[in-house]
């Protein structure tokens, strides 16, 4: 009997030791899952940061584009407004003198087209 009980006893501290090594090694693998889970944590939190910075670098040119093609539109006005003063002026500046040197043809041009707005205006 006291042998039986020694090979029971043997057997229960077997089962123990297995199970005390089974609770450390699933101890163990718990301990890897999340060592791997804080690394992709830490991958995916570095990946979003690079996007971020890719999203501002880009959202910076965007803008940077844009302020420089509201710069060459307004040059472009500016250009435009100039060029079409000086014509003005220019054909004002014409007509003064050809007023100054036929004073009466001017006169009589004048009431003409005067007469035709007139009767252009009646008839609407």
């Known amino acids: 009997m006291a042998d039986i009980k020694d090979r029971m006893k043997n057997v229960t501290d077997k089962v123990g030791d297995a199970a005390q090594g089974a609770k450390n090694e699933a101890a163990g693998l718990m301990d890897r899952a999340k060592d791997a889970a804080h690394n992709v944590m830490d991958r995916v939190g570095d990946v979003a940061g690079q996007v971020r910075d890719k999203a501002q670098d880009w959202a910076g040119d965007a803008r940077d584009a844009a302020q420089h093609a509201g ?20 054909f004002g500046n014409e007509l003064t003198s050809l007023v100054r040197k036929h004073p009466l043809p001017a006169l009589l041009i004048g009431f ?13």
Request: hydrophobic content about 40%.
């Open 112 to 124: 003409g087209i005067g007469l035709l707005l007139g009767r252009t205006a009646r008839m609407i």
């Open 71 to 90: 710069e060459k539109v307004q040059r472009w006005a500016g250009d435009a407004y100039d060029a079409t003063s000086e014509r003005v002026s220019d």
